[in-house]
Each structure stands twice: as C-alpha cells, then as structure tokens.
C-alpha cells in the first residue's frame, strides 16, 4: 500500500490478500453484504462503536484480497489504497530514515531520533484528489526543513526525492516547497502514533497539497538537482498538487 493516492478505476491494485491466498479471489454474496452492513453501521453509530468499526474495517482493508473495503467509510473517513502486494511492518527497533543525495552531512535516524527532536503540530484539512476530505486532522513530527537543515544542503541542490519501504512508491517536491513551514515528517496522526495503515511508522505530510503527495511508509529523502516525477505523476498526475490548482478539480485549499 501506499499513499491514500488518486483513483482511476482501471489502475487500482487489489490490496494485500492473506498469506496463502491468492490475490483477487471472489467472495461470496453473504460475507459482501455483511461486509457492506457493517460499513453503513459504523455511519449511523455512537462515536465509540464508530471508533471501533473504524478499527475493524482498517485492519480488513489491509487483508482484503477485493478491495471492497476501501469502498467503505473507515479509518475516520480516509480510504486505504494499494500499489503494492504487501508492505512490510517496521516499528522503533527496526525503522530507519536515511537522507542522502546532494547534501554535506548524510545521515541516518532511528525513530527514537526522530522523536527526540522538535516536534510540530498542524491541524489542517486532508484532501484527496478523488473529491473525498477529512477536516482538521492533526498531524505531529519533524518539519522537514529541520533535517534538510541538519544534513547541509549543497548550492547545486533544487529538488528533495522521497522513497518509501514498500519498495514502489516514491514523491518529489522542490527545494523551495519542501523547506515550507507546513511540509513534515510525521510521526502522529490523529493524535496517535502512525499506524501501519496510515503509513506509520513515519510518513511525510504535505498538509497544501492532495494527499498523494504525502507518501507512506517514508524510508529515504534524497536531495537532488531537479525533480523526478512521482509515481502517480509518472501516470499522469500533476507534480506540483496545491489542492484546488491541479488535476482539473476546484476544489478550495486547504485551512
């Protein structure tokens, strides 16, 4: 999986099926409508069974070989989306983020490095470039400026290139926009440790862009000369994503 990306219907992946079996298996007519009750019961419940339907449909959506689940309005209103077969689970003993490329001071952090440094929060509005929003999401972590700052960018340098351990998902942003005050390495979301699902343990979040700019599962930041299109921009969507300034929407910016 990876960023909560743009959607066309004939490029989406199938998320990770089960150890064992198959991708795209079919399910049968009963497990789809207890599937799709479920999802209409956790819009009309209290907020505490919504919060633990929530749970439940996010922990499915990562093991749903027919990608029905992500159709359904979990996680808090964000939909988890797939461009790999399976990602794998890194946590405080085994998470790295290295920052190389065009830079004086390469460097490697843990996430107790990361923890331990100046943390930021924003409460901003999540916009997908598929028309769905989660207002006022709180995110928390390290503004990315910070660790371009630590690591010395050389003169030469114009661009900064994300990488991300699932192996296929990558982003880029201008030196310019990634040293903005609202451009993170998160750690939280939600006011909560990143989970798996939502990219955790670390993601960047670039809160004025569509989220597909915010990659998951963040393993690398390489600075370089010029940008690189991204995964999606290397399937047609825009590179510089300023919600209501790209791929054809109007939608109004971010608060």
């Not at 789809?32 to 959506?61: D, I, K």
Request: net charge neutral.
């Amino acid at each position: 999986m990876n960023s909560e990306r743009p959607e066309r219907p004939e490029e989406r992946e199938t998320p990770e099926a089960p150890e064992g079996q198959d991708r795209g298996k079919p399910i049968g007519r009963r497990v789809l409508l207890g599937t799709l009750g479920l999802g209409a019961l956790g819009v009309v419940a209290a907020p505490t069974l919504q919060g633990g339907m929530e749970s439940f449909l996010a922990g499915a959506a990562e093991k749903d070989p027919t990608g029905l689940t992500g159709l359904l309005p979990n996680g808090g209103g964000f939909r988890y989306y797939s461009v790999t077969s399976s990602v794998p689970r890194k946590n405080a003993a085994n998470y790295r983020l290295k920052i190389d490329g065009l830079v004086d001071r390469p460097a490697t952090y843990t996430l107790a490095d990361l923890r331990a440094m100046p943390q930021t929060r924003m409460v901003k509005d999540v916009q997908c470039v598929t028309g769905w929003r989660v207002p006022g999401t709180p995110f928390e972590g390290v503004r990315l400026s910070r660790l371009l700052d630590a690591a010395g960018v050389r003169s030469s340098a114009g661009a900064v290139r994300f990488t991300c351990f699932d192996g296929a998902y990558t982003e880029s942003l201008t030196l310019d926009q990634a040293r903005r005050a609202d451009v993170m390495v998160a750690l939280r979301m939600q006011d909560k440790n990143l989970g798996h699902s939502h990219g955790g343990p670390v993601r960047l979040y670039v809160a004025p862009m569509y989220f597909y700019k915010s990659a998951k599962w963040l393993s690398g930041i390489t600075v370089t000369e010029d940008v690189q299109p991204g995964y999606w921009e290397n399937r047609g969507y825009d590179i510089d994503a300023w919600v209501g300034k790209s791929n054809g929407r109007d939608d109004e910016p971010t608060s």
